[in-house]
């Protein structure tokens, strides 16, 4: 009997160097990770220009699906920022527009995902989170503060009630991070070891090759789930995004 050699489900998420760089001592390799960044980004400019330079007055389907995400974001943005929420729209649709790239990118077989690595999520969570802070800061100056201490606390449980709020406040950034990595490294993961279990047994022939269909019927099932959620974590990231921004615009 042949032995196979089963990979890791956990080997489609490691980063690889494809150019080494260094400048300085500095390590600038270009690795998949960084190239597939790069090529979502292009992607996502490109799948935008498709409905830029039409001039039919009948709407193409990429046009119909671009105006439908943003339509989405638009909603987003009025139910949770009201008015004062139209400044902050182009970056908010550009974050969603992204982020929906990055994880349908990584759908796609042999590719890479580049929101299933902690680094990235964090860099962008807190990126945002510093970036909301300056917003409030500008809009609010010192008062910004008297978020973290609600009006009517008794003098005596101050110090608890800041330390609390501070504490909840600053978590944001790893909630928003982990919620969008922990979903995307799960779900691809759970993908490959179907995919696994489905080649293994076809390759084993005999009656096992008859019942390879049943986990790969589960695998048809999963990636459509697993596209779906892929849609809902871009949604949801881009949700919060608006929510955290309008508790610093509205002081909550």
Not at 231 to 251: E, H, K, P, R, S
Request: net charge neutral; with cysteine.
């Amino acid at each position: 009997m042949s032995n196979y050699l089963i990979p890791s489900p956990l080997e489609q998420f490691e980063i690889v160097t494809i150019l080494p760089l260094s400048i300085a001592g500095i390590n600038i390799s270009i690795t998949n990770s960084a190239l597939f960044l790069c090529l979502t980004f292009t992607i996502s400019i490109f799948w935008l220009s498709l409905t830029f330079y039409k001039s039919s007055l009948i709407p193409t389907n990429w046009q119909l699906l671009k105006e439908l995400i943003y339509s989405i974001t638009s909603n987003m943005v009025r139910e949770n920022l009201g008015s004062k929420g139209e400044f902050y729209f182009p970056f908010i649709f550009s974050l969603h527009l992204f982020l929906l790239f990055c994880n349908f990118v990584g759908m796609v077989p042999y590719s890479f995902t580049v929101t299933s690595h902690i680094i990235f999520t964090f860099s962008l969570a807190l990126s945002i989170f510093i970036g909301v802070n300056i917003i409030g800061l500008q809009t609010h100056g010192l008062n910004f503060f008297s978020l973290f201490l609600p009006r009517g606390v008794p003098l005596i449980i101050v110090p608890l009630i800041i330390t609390i709020e501070l504490l909840s406040y600053t978590v944001k950034v790893f909630t928003l991070s982990i919620r969008l990595f922990a979903n995307m490294t799960s779900g691809h993961t759970l993908l490959k070891i179907i995919a696994g279990f489905a080649w293994t047994m076809l390759s084993a022939g005999g009656l096992l090759a008859v019942f390879h269909i049943i986990p790969l019927g589960l695998l048809v099932a999963l990636t459509g789930l697993e596209l779906a959620i892929a849609g809902l974590q871009a949604y949801v990231f881009t949700l919060l995004t608006c929510i955290y921004l309008n508790d610093v615009l509205d002081l909550h």
